[in-house]
């Protein structure tokens, strides 16, 4: 169940990114074309309209499908751990270096 709501939720995520992108912003940004004839398809404020209604559509599933998968994975997890809790790995602590030789000492006569 939770594969098919993450599956769904996925598209629904990629749809809601590609008609936010698509829409007109002040300044122009990805919107389609500067047709403002009448009989123009998504042409004006047709397109503000349907944009809108479906951005809402989209963020309200996007919403609702979040909070079910939530939900429903509630208490699943187990218990929490942290990293501090785990025990340290057994592996060898590094040599010391070789103390360095001492100089050698010159014969005196």
């Known amino acids: 169940m939770i594969k ?3 599956i769904l939720h996925l598209f629904v995520t990629l749809a809601l990114i590609g008609v936010v992108l698509i829409q ?3 300044g122009g940004g990805l919107g389609i074309g500067n047709s403002n004839s009448m009989g123009a398809f998504l ?3 047709g397109t503000a309209n349907l944009l ?3 951005t809402a559509i989209l963020a309200t599933a996007f919403f609702a499908l979040s909070l079910s ?3 429903l994975t509630r ?6 751990r942290s990293l501090l809790d785990t025990p340290a790995s057994s592996t ?3 040599a010391a270096p070789a103390p ?5 000492r010159v014969p005196t006569n």
């Not at 208490?75 to 929490?80: C, E, I, S």
Request: aromatic residues 0%; glycine residues 18%.
């Open 52 to 54: 809108t209604r479906t």
């Open 4 to 6: 098919v709501l993450l």
């Open 92 to 94: 060898p602590a590094p």
């Open 69 to 71: 998968m939530a939900l």
């Open 24 to 26: 007109r912003s002040e």
């Open 43 to 45: 042409g004006g404020r």
């Open 100 to 104: 360095a030789p001492a100089p050698a």
């Open 75 to 80: 208490g699943t997890a187990g218990v929490g």
